[in-house]
Structures are given as C-alpha cells and as structure tokens.
C-alpha cells in the first residue's frame, strides 16, 4: 500500500456514509491509505487534534458533496472543510490537494461549499462508486507528488517545450461596471477577436469555449496555458460609462511572463467594433515575426448594434447546452435577426439548433420538419455572407444525417476546411461522417484535432467518447466519459454514452444506473429512455422493456417520437420483425440515426437479415 504520507483523508456528511464507504473501498482497492472515520461520536480536544493532524499529513482532501452536505448549515465535516482549504493555501497551485466529488444530482452552484473548493475540478461518482480510470489517475498523481517518478524537467519547462509557438488564448474580457448585462458585451468583444485570429491557418488559437471555461476561476496564467497547450494569452476588461467605453488589452508570452503589447482604447460605443478590428490588427502586427508566417485577419462580419450581437452571444452559449439548451438558443437567435435581418452569423446560429433538433443529437422534431428549417436559415446566411463558415458545416452536417449523400457532405466539409481550418465544430461533425462509413482512423484523427482546438469543451470531450463508442473501443469510451465529467459534472451526454459503453462491455448494474441518470437529465430527449429499454431487453428485464416501449408510445401520442427509439428497444426484446418495422419507419422519416445503421452495436442481432442488407443498399453505405 501507499504510505501514509500519500493517505486520502475522507470527509462527509454523516448520512452519506455508505458512499463514503464505497468510495473508500475503491481506493483501497488501488492500494491508497484511506483514513475513513466510522465512529459515531465525534468532538472533544483529543479528537480535534487527531483530525488535525490527519489534515496536516495527508496527500489529499477529499470532501463528499451531495444534498446532504448542502442542507446542513453545520457539521463536523464544515470544520474538517475549514481546516483542509486552510492548509491549500500553503500548498503550491500545481499540486492537487483539494478534490470535491459529488455523490449524487446537486450543482456545484447550489452545493453551499467553500469558495476554494469551486477553484478546482469537481468529480462526479453517484452514490459514490468511482470508476476504475479515475482511480489509477489518481493513484499515479499520489505517487508524483510523494516524489515517486518525479520527473527531472520542471513540469512548467515540459509544457512550454512541447505547446506550438504559433499559439493563442484570447480570454473572456472583464467587466468592470459589474452589471450582469454587460457580460455578453465584454465577452463579445473578445470572441469576435478570437474569431479574426482563427482564420490565420498557421494559428493554434483555442476555442472560444476552452478558453472561457476559466471565467471566473481563480487559475493562474500558466495553468491556464497549460491546460490549453498556448504559447500566449490575450486578456483585457472593459468598463462603459454612459456612451463610452473604455477597453484594456495586453497580450503575454506566458512562457516566460513578458508582457508583449498592451494598449487601452477610449472611445464611443458606436466605435466598439473598430475597437476590435484594431486589437486584432495590432496582435498580428505586433506578432507576425514571432506567430505569423501571414497577415491580414478581418473581424467578422458586424451586426447592426451591441443588443443584436449580445443576443447572438446568448444563443451561441446556449447551443452550446445542447440539447437542453436548444430551446433557449431558438429563441435567442431569433430575436437577433428580428432586430437585424442581415445578420448572417445569427441566421447560421438558428441553423444549427434546427440541424440538431433534427438529428441524432436532440431528435425532439421530425427531420423533415427540423431540416426544411436549417436548410432555409443557412442558406439565407450564405446569401448574405458566402464566407460564413458554420453555414457551409451545417449544410454539410445536414447532408451527412437527413440525404445520406456522403460524397456531397465530404465535399461540403472540405470546403468549410478551406475557409477556416480551426473552426472546431467542422471537424466535430465531419468526424461523424467518418464513423458513419466506418473510416474510424480518420474519425479519430478529426476527433483529436477537435479537441486539440477546443480541449475543455463539453460538445467536444463528449464527441470523443461518441466516436469511441461507435468505433467500438468501450474502455477509451468509459475513460472519457470519467474525464469528461471531471470537466462538466451532472449532464446529460456522459451518462447516455456510459451506458452504452457499460451495457457493450456486461455491466448491466452500471449501465443501468447511467442510462437512468441519462433519462433524468435528458429534458425530454427520448432515446435515453430507448437505451434503457434496449438494455433491459438484453439482460432478460423483459417486463421492464415493455413498460418502456408503452411509454414511448403513450409520449407518441403527446409529441414526435423517432421511429428508430422503438426500433432500438425492439431489437433489445428480440422483437426483429417489428425492429424491422421501425427501422423502415426511421428511414420515412429521415431519421439522423439511420446515418449510423452500419455501426450501432445495438443492432449487432439484426445484421445477418436480409431486410438488413436491403436497407443499407437504400442509405447507400456499404456493407
């Protein structure tokens, strides 16, 4: 076992002692020294210095969190809190010491925890039971930090040696007059400057989401940096004051912490997209020597006024909830381009939420229905700006799950390449073309390069567990799902694709617990609720499986219901006649599923019909 100078120290709420037990077990399963408190009387000056002295010595501090946790205002473990947030402030900033893990559904935003705590990766272990990926991570980051395998190159040194030195962060700029309303503005001028820069082919410049993942958290420039594999980082704040504004921006090599270029801007608030294409200009004019074998990056095209673009901004960020977040998205969008019809990006960003309502990705809307939308809203983007690179993904996108003409949506996906290499959701979705025809290498080649552009997104890290999945590679697909929720805790997409990964790999147990999870946090996403019928059909739930196919068809009396749901719960009974039924149905319908009939493991039984073989001669895969 790991000595007790590399011991976790457990800390919870006493009514969450069984995952506390479970979480204990794993470890100690992995040879950690857990010190677990099982009495049930606690306090006194001998047992105060104890835990204080357990505090003071062990590697790690985990703190259970849960609606336990977050109903009492007191309790012993609030003091252990204390003490242990104490001692990380004597800790240094590259060392792990705090790790919350949450053992059930609470939000980190309501979870009634110490500040320092949100300052750090949270985990998310329902009733506590940790995966096996997670626990050898840790195991090897208790080793490290006991000085097993130190390495002899500073951890500072390796990163900067190995990030492109054509590489950069533009940060979400801070708002200084504190008024909530403002943050879209401020967090607007600095994407449409990250969005000129990644037009520069031969810039790495992380994605907007990557890069805003940090707001508001107290990480320092270097961690930042690292986390992002950038060589610089562009950060500035902006106060407005009546009709002006003032905006501050520096850029700085953080490899060695020079500041390369700062400059503050005074100006009208007619002038604030000007201000933009100056900050953009500069940094190329400023960096071309060192970052850029070329120049000219142009801002995007410029809406109308701050409130058409604010309200772009709000869709863009939730579209990026999808699906929950659709809904809101639509309504976003559209009140953009009510206020400017001209609006090209607004018009793509409406296209992207009908693509997706449409496709496998929410299926809330008959594809014919979803589709006919995108089709429109794009197209009328292009017509106002034929350089819109989301447009040209989208119809590309489209053409992958509702025509099923792969060689038109390869063609469209190159030329949205063309037109900017670094849009990340472009290699997101042509990755899924890929696996669709079952070229899985170029599938992950696509999906790396995805989360290489956009490396602590949502969409992304979930992408990448999409592609193991339906490439068949169930452990990777586990593996980042783990670490995916270490990111982005308590959402929908992890738990869907963990149970699909647990129920390939046998883990009845746990796949169901991740497919019931998934249905609680769909938001009326229904095949989360067809995976877990096709998983009790298959594990012998036979009673259970037919409740659900019931109750996807009573919810299809109320509102669409994709054929392909019931298909998927029928291959699960062994129900292969009226799977086929279905199947005939989704492809009625055009559904986006049908798009990866040649490689869902789900419908593995079926492949051997002849009914099989007809329809993927109809969607054109080969066999």
Known sequence: MLGKSKAVFLSYASEDFAAAERVAAALQAAGIEVWLDKSEIRGGDAWDAMI?????????FVALISVHSRARAEGYFRFEWKLAVDRSYHIASDRPFLLPIVVDDTPEADARVPDRFREVQWTYAPRGELAREFVGRLRSTLESAAGAAVPTVP??????ASVPDKSLAVMP???LNGDPENEYFSEG???EILTALTEIEELHVAARSSSFYFKGRATDLEEIARRLRVAHILEGSVRRVANRVRVTAQLVDVRNGFQLWSERYDREMEDVFKIQDEITAAIVQRLKVKLLAKSGATSAETPASLETYNLYLKGRFHWAQRPQGIAKAIEYFKQAIDLDPNYARARAGLADC??????WENGTVPPIEAMAQAQQAATKALELDGRIVEAHTTLAYRTTHYEWDWDKAEARFQHAFALNPNYAVCHHWYSHLLVALGRTDESLKE???????????HITNVHMAWHYQFSRQYEEAVEQCSKTNELHPNTFFPAYLLGLAYEQQGHVNRAVEAFQMAVKLAGGVTYATAGL??????????AEARAIYDELGAT?????VPAYDFAIVCAGLGWNDQAFEYLSKAYGERSGWMAYLKTDPRLDPLRSDTRFMDLLQRLRLPP
């Open 447 to 457: 999906s790396k390069r995805c989360l290489e552009l956009d490396p602590l997104d």
């Open 533 to 542: 019928g096709h998983l009790y059909g298959r594990c012998g739930k036979t």
């Open 556 to 560: 299809a009396k109320q509102r669409y």
């Open 52 to 60: 204080r002295g357990r505090i003071r010595g062990c590697a790690l």
């Open 155 to 160: 951890e500072s040194a390796k990163w900067s």
């Open 173 to 175: 700029f801070v708002n």
């Open 189 to 191: 001028l600095a994407e």
């Open 354 to 359: 009908y693509v997706t309502l449409g496709s």
